[in-house]
């Protein structure tokens, strides 16, 4: 009997261990889980008629994204997880975002974020997330950011952080968006 009850146990904690990793749905991590599981780009879709000819400020920005780094003598890689943040600094006007390309090492386009411009309200931050197993982007991965506003005031601060481990090492840094010229 008691021997049954063990066998019982380790065979019921089994099947528990194998069932709760069955429901490993790849989600994307731009989409925030929440009561209502919205897709916070979807949700900042202008749906308006936007008139942008009577916009006073429009930049381009570079952000550089390492997915990779280099460690040690023998040139390992360690993959990292970034964090790409666009945040409205103004107090009361909107920042528009007409693009958010994201671009390897080699220059190529690896992925198109938006579909459509995006309205950022005032005070607001939007985050994207380049997860630590893509690895396309490589060493000199970018991103290119177009945002637009009312006027001169509207300037964002874009900012990306990047985190990773190997071994007993943890590596975290960020970098900063830079305005491109035409």
Known sequence: MIMNIRNMSVLLIAIMAVLSGC???AQDPNVLLSEHQKDPIKELVITSD????QFGYKQTFYVPIYSDIYTDRDARKVLLSATLSVRNTTLKKSLYINKIDYYDTDGALVKSYLDKPIELPAMA???????KEENKGGSGANFIIEVEGIDETVKPVIEAVMIGNFSNKGFAFSTEGTPVIH
């Open 50 to 53: 936007v008139d942008h000819s």
């Open 125 to 131: 931050t939007l985050n994207y997330i380049v997860e």
């Open 23 to 25: 429901d490993q749905s």
